[in-house]
């Protein structure tokens, strides 16, 4: 009866998604139907570590995360785990060849978190490296299923779009970021005198990384491609609606994608998909 039991945590991986993440359940949903739950496993691991960095602040944080981490390399080592969410996840680890150096900077940039409330450029680019990049790394290795010489060849654009997107993730976030964790992510920024030219040099260099990443969302498999195009397009959209506020604006409130709207962007997503217009 083991089959019981994975198809139990990989729909505990698939709950993650879809309570902590609206957009991203709807992107998943656009991809070919063997790449979903490898991605939901994937999610719900990187939604776990996360949280308990960000949200666990009545408890010991610290601890906890250790305890979460050697956790994940029992059952990396073991092949099983009595936690949902760890056994889902070392199911993709192995089935994709999945390197443990992406799970261990991913880590590394999640226990940033636990004492970093500044960045420098190098801790900024080791955090945003561990926190976005590996992940779109590790998601290129289902696309591909595993083939070494079009995960090498795809790298590089996956790395520029998990960029793209976790600053994306801070400059809407600048506000709850500094206000309830106390973290400035981007370098030589100050929140409290967080000027309009410093944003737009961050936003010109966003919208470099999406160009990029275009290039090889392009490139993708079929079945990952619509997915992947429409958090794309969702992502290049609330850069523009950002870019669209001062300053002074975002850390006020915090900028979003109505959901009409998002659902719009999946119809758009679809038809360009469809008509080779991607």
Do not use: W
């Not at 779109?136 to 998990?162: H, I, T």
């Amino acid at each position: 009866m083991m089959e019981l039991y994975h198809k139990v945590c990989r729909e505990c991986s698939q709950l993650v998604t879809n309570q902590y993440s609206t957009s991203f359940s709807l992107g998943i949903k656009m991809f070919a139907e063997e790449f979903r739950g490898p991605i939901y496993n994937i999610y719900g691991f990187v939604r776990f570590a996360d949280e308990i960095v960000d949200t666990f602040h009545d408890h010991d944080k610290a601890l906890l995360f250790e305890e979460f981490r050697a956790d994940t390399y029992k059952a990396l080592d073991r092949k099983i785990s009595l936690n949902p969410i760890l056994h889902s996840f070392q199911e993709v680890v192995h089935q994709y060849d999945i390197s443990v150096d992406l799970i261990d900077g991913f880590l590394d940039s999640m226990k940033m978190d636990l004492k970093s409330s500044e960045f420098d450029r190098p801790t900024y680019e080791k955090y945003i490296f561990g926190s976005a990049e590996v992940v779109g790394l590790m998601c290129l290795k289902v696309f591909v299923k595993g083939d070494r010489a079009e995960y090498d060849r795809l790298k590089d654009s996956a790395m520029k779009l998990g960029s793209a997107f976790q600053k994306v993730n801070f400059l809407r976030d600048v506000k709850s970021d500094f206000i309830d964790r106390g973290r400035v992510y981007f370098p030589n920024v100050m929140y409290e005198s967080f000027t309009c030219l410093q944003k737009s040099e961050i936003e010109e260099e966003i919208q470099s990384e999406f160009d990029e990443a275009l290039v090889g969302i392009r490139q993708l498999p079929k079945g990952a491609r619509l997915g992947v195009f429409a958090a794309f397009t969702y992502y290049e959209r609330l850069l523009k609606k950002i870019r669209s506020h001062t300053a002074a604006d975002v850390k006020k409130t915090r900028i979003r994608v109505s959901d009409p709207r998002k659902m719009m962007l999946l119809g758009v997503s679809a038809v360009k998909s469809k008509v080779g217009a991607i």
